[in-house]
Nanobody, 121 residues
């Protein structure tokens, strides 16, 4: 089993920044691609960003390209999501996930509990 714990969410004004972190334990971290997804109230969970096992490849949803950056530290078993120029529409619960590299929910086998990000206008 793989356990994922997100942190770093909170309330921020539009235009501000937040950095989300995800601590991973249980199995060899570098065996998994990592992704971030988000779910706003009343909406489906959607892809935000992904990073491959050795950070060779990254992928982003069009809505966050140029504003968000995903990264990982295999020595620390951590994955991060740096979020800049935040907009009210970025408000959601953000989930960290481990699995194979991709932008679909079905690419990921393990999920964290989520961290709330609220962007005020």
């Amino acid at each position: 089993q793989v356990q994922l714990v997100e942190s770093g969410g909170g309330l921020v004004q539009a235009g501000g920044s937040l950095r989300l972190s995800c601590a991973v334990s249980g199995r060899t971290f570098s065996n998994y691609a990592m992704g971030w997804f988000r779910q706003a109230p009343g909406k489906e969970r959607q892809f935000v960003a992904a990073v491959s096992r050795l950070s060779i490849s990254t992928d982003y949803a069009d809505s966050v390209k140029g504003r968000f950056t995903i990264s990982r530290d295999n020595a620390k078993n951590m994955v991060y999501l740096q979020m800049n120029s935040l907009k009210p529409e970025d408000t959601a619960v953000y989930y960290c996930a481990a699995g194979r590299y991709g932008n679909s929910l079905h690419d990921y086998d393990y999920w964290g509990q989520g961290t709330q990000v609220t962007v005020s206008s």
